[in-house]
């Protein structure tokens, strides 16, 4: 017996990151904007998802979407009533989406068709943030009743974000939300992140969202 | 909680590279895990004994070697460690820092095995 140690300096999660590179290099080849929304469960990414598909839709945008929950298609169902096509994946216990699933997912769409794809994480600030899907923007969402200390709780995923947004701003007041300790906490976390302070319901802070996706959209055209 | 899936993916890993080594068994498996990383050792290690069992990797240790958050301060002009996930700032001069160079890390460093020596 000779003991040996073998140098191996590998990913852990090798596969997924290889099967993400993969799909962010068939994005950009198509022009499509891809985006993965994370957030707890509850904190409204599906009502945001609707409203903002809806929007771009009547802007004459070409939207779709891709949303993960461990069971049911409840979600795809409300985010089709948008118009847009919406395809549901099941993950049957899995806490977090991995490339493979929205990669198995896309089949059949051809994504040249699209302007923007959005990718609706499980509902789970710990374990999507391990996980490339090969978007270009990953969206971190918290609710004004989820408490300012959020980012603060789950620094992991708030720093892997390249935008925040704040939903049901329009309940704020009701639930004593403390707005500017938000803005500090998420800006500790993950420091001049773009924020946008949203509700889905009134479509407060929509129009600033809506044209923040235009601008990235068109930064890849050229 | 994903770290049974993490560690599965390094029982895969370390499998397929033991095929160059016939007969040979693992002492050790050492990992490099960042802070940010979202994954938590003491569960690495419970799901280690689950996710090794029946492989080749039975009984071997789990070295996880922690790697904490270190950032590049443009106002200092130097790379700096970052003491706390609570905020994001350089420790000597007190400024934002986004430009993270480590502590993401989820990758297996090495492995120690015991070969077998051929008799000639």
Known sequence: MTTRIVELRR?????????????RGRFEAAGVL??????????GKTAFLQRTLTELLARGSRAAALVGDL?????????????APVRQINTHGICHLEAEMVGKHLEGWDLGALDYLFIENVGNLVCPSSYDLGEKIRVALLSVTEGEDKPLKYPTMFNSADAAVITK???????????????RN????????RVFET?????????????????ERSARER | MHELSIVSSVVDSVTETLKAYPGA?????????????????????????????????????LVVKVLPVIAHCSSCAQDVEIPSLQSFRCPRCGEPVSDLRQGRELEIESIEIDEVTETV
């Open chain 2, 25 to 61: 068994t693992v002492r050790e498996v050492r990992l490099r895990v960042g802070v940010l990383a979202s994954v938590v050792e003491d569960a690495l290690q419970f799901c280690y004994g689950i996710a090794s069992e029946g492989t080749p990797l039975e009984g071997s240790t």
């Open chain 1, 11 to 23: 990913g852990i999660l090798k596969k997924n990151d290889e099967l993400a590179a993969g799909l």
């Open chain 1, 34 to 43: 891809v985006l993965n929304l994370v957030s707890s469960p509850g904190t």
């Open chain 1, 71 to 83: 069971e049911t298609d409840n979600d795809a169902r409300r985010l089709a009533a948008s118009g």
């Open chain 1, 199 to 215: 509700s889905a319901k009134t479509g407060a802070g929509l129009a600033e969202w809506l044209d923040y996706l235009a601008r």
């Open chain 1, 186 to 193: 998420i800006n500790e976390i993950r420091p001049g992140i």
């Open chain 1, 169 to 183: 701003i329009d309940i704020a007041e009701a639930c004593s939300f403390d707005r500017e300790v938000a803005l």
